[in-house]
């Protein structure tokens, strides 16, 4: 059982992942041992982060293999990223970060998605023109993973999302290609949500 | 009595203790000479941070030794963390800190606790299986240690708290079983509390 | 086609406009990938920095020199910058950044401009004794560039503009004669934006 | 004329006072060069930032002399410093900061001064024992420096100051008989003034 985790330590995209671990941290975008982080190995598993390790001091070894398809899984955050792996091969990072803006703003619009306009950034995440102008954010609430797993694939059978996803009160869920992308995603949808959620406050003061 | 300072040199706990109060003055959890840091030694006694000394300064040696029971505590910070220790012979490490939020918060709620819902960061300050569902964080008002103790003692017999207490004005108190815990819990609510300010403030916008 | 690297390698205004990006970065004023530098290198030249380069990694190798005229620039950040630079030959930084406070500001803020008043540190930016005491942020629609270009003209000849404009949910610009100073005039104006956003927000609540 | 320069990269306190720059600067307290900072050299005289000094980068020979009496001083920052001086030979340090809250909240309140009640940290500023219940800080209109000078005279003839006071949008001064005691109230006054402008922003959606 030794040997995932020297494969690990000479890894590079989990030596990467546990990088852009402390980048996050350091942004405050994660409370310490939240927050889920993975990477994939191969068409049917990934390298998970471990429950409750500090992601500002993730090292290799503390990445675990994890197979699918799998028995039910319980753990809605594990589902969540199985099943964004098993959407598309084009999926190979995945992140789960728990920040102050993303999630008072799930809280916050009770509608199933947030359309996003007129911002420069959407052009960094919409993955169609008509994203560009108008970028939905889907949010889910939290319930059981067997019926997450059914909301989700039909979110996915209505339209392509734009590499993010929130689950009320439950996290940011970020996806992409490779870790550089995941990190640009990431990043431009802090901003965006950030943007959105001042703007909306400060709505009610200006203009009235 | 150069004896308990060089004891404390070599305890590893002051020095983590010490490490901990530079990460909560870099995150400005903590104005330059507030707040009171804590760490068990024995039964009866404790390492308490001095008065006045910058927490992002300090070294074991700033830490002196604690007994009790003492006569009437007449500083009520020192009075909550001798009451903390004396609940039970798990609460090891005791944090007093001073943040904008929690400072606000503490002011802007006038029950006397406020129930968290809805946030997946509550099962890491739970201590009951309803306190993952529903978080009640007691608030207290700034009295004298006699009457706060009293307050104290009957809100430590109606329930379990999960491991921290806000003082209206006058500081979050977090206690855990170690230090890591008790950094664990204190950003945790750090985020929880912020959170928490920033949707309520929100709400009145939104959903209008 | 190595020389123009070769060169900015040297070009000690090249190394401090990468400077400046680290900085700019570091305060979070430009998410991953986002916002447009340029110095000017001749009466009709300036190096410009790469699209999706991550300004906190940028070094004089990543700057590209740009010639003007041109035929007729499809993007508006890169015709803007063109702009500025053709307007006076003064003009030798220009800065597109985004951040949190401009972007909402941009976005609240209905009229074509919005006129600062009451703030010490609009000295800093005032290029008249009038703009010391009322000095005016101005506000433009994103467009294509050949309606952009001719709303910036009329602009610019109507009065002359306390070096920066915004365009709304598209990012602030900033130019002056030197780095140095397109450092302080950015500082300047993000202080005064994210004052003036606060003090609007503010300002239904205290005085009703 | 050498000589001041020379003996001011001997002066600890210079060093002291270049210092704290870095640290309020890192804070972002402090846009690019604003702001104004002295420390007393003798009964009639202190050390002066220069203008437009970028305080990050201060060094013991930005630090220029300055005597009084002087004529008629036309500068309002620097005539409340030596107003400052000449109150007290305990007043051996002055600092005037720029930071965002302070700066609106300076232009929210419309009275003469503003009471803190119910902080613990009000304990860390006030003069007096009433102070500790009750904390004004004074808030004076910007005007030419005889009436200004004239104004801060009144109110210091009617109480002791504790330790801080506002010029509407035009900066908080901060004094003391020592660095680090600037330092501890710099940092306490920004504290407060961020609570109550943040408590008073959120007070309406509260308990409405």
């Not at 598309?88 to 102050?100: A, E, G, I, N, Y």
């Not at 997450?148 to 992409?176: N, T």
Request: proline share 6%.
């Amino acid at each position: 059982m030794n040997q995932p985790v020297q494969t690990n330590q000479l890894n590079p995209y989990a030596i990467q992942l546990c990088a852009l671990g402390r980048w996050i941290v350091q942004r405050q975008w994660l409370p310490f041992g939240s927050g889920l982080f993975s990477i994939r190995t191969s068409e049917h598993s990934a390298l998970f982060t471990t429950a409750d390790k500090d992601k500002s001091e993730l090292s290799p070894a503390d990445l675990l293999p994890y197979y699918w398809p799998t028995a039910a899984q319980t753990d809605p955050a594990k589902a969540i990223h199985q099943f964004l792996y098993q959407q598309s091969p084009q999926h190979k990072v995945v992140l789960q970060t728990h920040d102050l803006q993303a999630t008072v703003f799930s809280r916050l619009i009770r509608a199933d998605q947030h359309l996003f306009v007129g911002y420069e950034l959407q052009n960094l995440v919409a993955v169609s023109d008509s994203q560009r102008q108008c970028c939905p954010l889907a949010i889910l609430d939290p319930q059981n993973p067997e019926h997450l797993l059914q909301e989700l694939q039909q979110r996915f059978e209505r339209e392509a999302l734009p590499h993010a996803l929130l689950i009320r009160g439950h996290g940011l869920y970020v996806w992409a290609d490779s870790i550089d992308s995941a990190k640009r995603y990431l990043e431009t949808w802090q901003f965006l949500i950030a943007c959105e959620l001042e703007r909306i406050k400060a709505s009610c003061h200006f203009n009235s």
